[in-house]
Each structure stands twice: as C-alpha cells, then as structure tokens.
C-alpha cells in the first residue's frame, strides 16, 4: 500500500498542471489530497479511470485481478476502435473468491497470467489491482516481475484500486505504469523527422480514421496514439518521437511532461475538434517538427492541405447554416469537449448557452473564456432536475452530452444527441465536423418533437 500512496501523492504534485503552478509551494506540496467521502467514486473509481486509459491498447491482455464483478463493469460500450487485433474485445478476470481473501490471492494471479499467455500469447499482459486485492496486500509487482521473469515477456502492474480516489486519478496512473514499465523499452524498427505522438486520443468511434488521412497527406508519421487503437509495441518505442499532440491534458498530462523531461518530446495540447481547432493542430505538430530537424517545406505543404480542407468543409456546411444558426446548445460534458466542441458549434453560428466544467481543468476554463468571452455559462455542477428546469423553460434547443443525461432531455421533451464515449459517429476532423453539424441538424429537425409536444387527444376537452 505504501508504494501506491507514493504513486497516488506523486500524481497529485504533477508539476505541469495548471491547478498545481497556481499555488503557492507549501500547498503546491501538499497536492491535491483529501480525504475520500462515501460516494466519491460514483461516476468511476481509479480502475475504471486506468482501464479507460489501457484498454484501446488492441494487442495485449488486459487482466482484472479482483472479484468478477470488476470486470464485469463492461467496458465494452466504448466506442473505441481497432484497425486488427480486438484481443482488447475480451475480458479478463482472476475471479478472486472468499477463500482468496482469506490465503490471498497471488497465486491465483499468477495462474490466471500463465493461462493467458499460454492460450493468447499476446505481446504483453497488462494486471489490474482492484480494491479488495490491494486491502489484503496481494504484491501484484512481485507477482508481474516473477511471471515476467519466467514466461518471458512483459507483465506490466497497474496500480489502480478503486480506492485510491477518481476515474481521472486512475487515468494518470496508468500513464505512469507506462512511463515506468513500457516507453523506451523497445526501438522503433526505424525513424523519420516526421514521427509524432499523439497521447489522450481513444479513437472513438474510429476518430483517429479521420484525421491519419491529413498526416499521411504530410507525410507525418502517427508513431504511437496512446492509446487508441494502439499496439503494445508502438508504445513501447515512443520515446523516439520527434513531437507530441497532446489531446486531454486532464487526464494524462503526467505523459506528456515526462516524455519530454527524459527524451527531449516537445508538446503541446490541442483539439481536432471543429475547423479551425483541427487546422491549429496541424500547423503546432508541423512548427515543432520543423523546430526539430524536418524540412521548412512542411509548413508550406501544410497551409496548402489546411487551405483546400476548409474549402471543402465550409462548401459541405453551407446547407446547414441557416437551419442552424442562433440555435442554442447546452453542453453537458467535460475535459477538451468543453471547450473545443464549444468552439466547433459557433463555427456554424450556434450560441452555447452553458458548458459543464466538472472535469475540466484551469487552462480548459480558460479556453472556454476565450471562446466564449469573460460572461461564459460554466456549470461546475448541474442536477438532473436543473437541467430539466433549463430545458423545459426553452432556455435550450438541444442538449449535447453523454448518455446518463438523455433521459432528462426525453422527459423535457428536446432534441438530446450523445457526444461522450458511448457515440456512434466520428467527430474528429474536417469530415467529423461536417458529419458532428449533420446529426444535429437531423436531431433538431426530427419530426417526432412535433408529436410528443402535441396534448395527448385523451386530455382535450
């Protein structure tokens, strides 16, 4: 437990966020600490934060070692893609039991990882610790080392038991079980001045698709994406990038800063969402390519492809402008969505009429003011009847946000469209931007809102 409570304060310091330079060096020391309350986990523990983090890595066995019903918090309903390997599709569990409590449980562990390199024979096994394998003090890194030792091949320890505090503490403690255990432990077969990173990017709904083209078009090699739709072995040469985008801060920040503390990465943090942000994030990644060794002619070659990609999207986007324009969003999510899809919208002439901000960080608010001016609407918390109440009253045409929300906008009776993990459409990219105005556009306009507002015939007098 001392290792993890070291981990936990380590993350808690971390130099690079916004929140932390703030304060003065006394606090700054102390971290982000405080004492966990009953619920505090609701809306995910530092499990579900880690293996939201991993799990997009396609090739290697993710294994929960805990009771079954860890596991069985499906992660499957993200929407995150694979272009080969779906081993990442398939859950892995050591089923720890009431007598594994009492003998504890790391022999059990060990067999479970025997078992699946003997069936799967993935690249690398990744293992899970879970609240009730931490609280009897199985050593899962003495157990990883031992099987790493013996089968040959990497066992990586994710020290992550739901206790320890929030989905997003749990998402910076799986950087740093990469940072201590993956990057830099293999060398890329070979490199170019073109070799980038992109870190925070899941690849949902196959997002990253939409952007590669652009790269590819620049000839801009994606060395790794952490950590959608990666391998384990891109990861584990990554440090030989030239560059890094990195696309939410709040969650893996710790990476970013790292990798460029021990390897010399520049990075910087951007969004592919809407025209503008998505041109902003190519013209960054080809600047620091440039700054460290490609030819000038990237910069060139980059306005080019920005200049004839915005044509091409503004033509698409023309159609929807005027059906779009002036009306008014409400945006229920958090991170980079709150202010990159933000910026996306009033592209098209759409007023945001508040953002969330729970799971946004300093520099996040701050880009909302930016985008949305001194007088933005930011909610750092909303209940299910607030919303309600803004919806009703028509303060609002549509609600964008994840799908825990969509049933407050069915019950009011508006337009809901899903922009978290869960979706179904790609967002990311010119086209994304196009197809994100397009299911809006199809959402708002649905015929149906006409019949459910109409008074049921039963209660016409």
């Known amino acids: 437990m001392s290792n993890i409570s070291e981990k936990v304060q380590a993350v808690f310091q971390e130099p690079g966020c916004a929140k932390n330079r703030a304060k003065l060096e006394k606090e700054r020391k102390k971290g982000c600490t405080k004492q966990l309350q009953p619920g505090a986990a609701a809306g995910g523990c530092a499990f579900d934060g880690a293996k939201i983090a991993l799990q997009p890595i396609t090739d290697v066995v993710h294994l929960v070692h805990g009771p079954i019903a860890c596991e ?35 022999k059990r562990l060990f067999r479970a990882i025997k078992e699946a390199i003997d069936r799967y024979d993935p690249p690398a096994v990744f293992v899970y610790q879970t609240c009730v394998p931490a609280l009897i003090g199985d050593d899962i890194e003495a157990v990883c080392q031992a099987a790493k030792k013996q089968f040959g091949r990497p066992v990586v320890p994710v020290q992550s038991p739901g206790f320890a505090g929030s989905k997003n503490l749990g998402n910076k403690l799986a950087g740093e079980a990469l940072l201590d255990h993956v990057i830099g432990t293999e060398e890329p077969s070979n490199t170019t001045p073109y070799d980038v990173n992109i870190i925070g990017e ?7 698709w939409q ?18 739709n990666a391998k384990y072995r891109e990861i584990a040469s990554c440090h030989r990038a030239k560059a890094t985008m990195l696309v939410c801060s709040k969650a893996m920040i710790n990476i970013a800063r790292k990798m460029e503390e021990r390897y010399g990465i520049p990075f910087f943090e951007g969004s592919f969402y809407g025209i503008s942000d998505m041109s902003d994030a190519l013209r960054n990644l080809a600047g620091l390519l440039v700054g460290r060794g490609a030819p000038a ?69 701050e880009r909302i003011k930016k ?56 967002y990311a990219g010119y086209e994304g931007m196009v197809a994100l105005v397009a299911e809006i556009d199809r959402a708002l306009y649905n015929p149906v809102w006409q019949e459910v507002r109409l008074p049921a015939p039963w209660s016409e007098g």
């Open 297 to 365: 002619e990237l910069l060139s070659k980059t306005e080019l492809l920005i200049r004839r990609e915005e044509q091409k999207a503004w033509e698409k986007l023309k159609v929807y402008q005027k059906r779009l324009a002036g009306k008014r969003v409400l945006l229920i999510t958090g991170g980079v969505k709150s202010w990159s899809v933000v910026s996306a919208l009033q592209e098209v002439g759409m007023e945001i009429v508040g953002t969330s901000v729970k799971k946004s960080t300093e520099e996040d608010k």
């Open 211 to 228: 952007v590669q083209p652009l790269f590819d078009q620049l000839g801009i090699r994606i060395l790794a994406c952490i950590s959608g």
């Open 371 to 426: 985008v949305m001016g001194e007088e933005a609407h930011m909610i750092e918390e909303m209940t299910p009847r607030e919303m309600y109440r803004m919806l009703k009253e028509a303060r609002a045409d549509i609600m964008l946000s994840g799908g825990r929300s969509q049933f407050v906008a069915l019950k009011a009776k508006m337009p809901w469209l899903d922009i978290n993990q869960e979706r179904h459409h790609a």
């Open 202 to 208: 899941y690849n949902l709904a196959g997002e990253l």
């Open 72 to 106: 069985g918090n499906s992660w499957d309903n993200r929407g995150s893609k694979s272009s080969d390997s779906l081993l990442y599709r398939m859950g892995f569990t050591t089923d720890i039991q009431e007598m594994d409590v009492v003998y504890g449980g790391e």
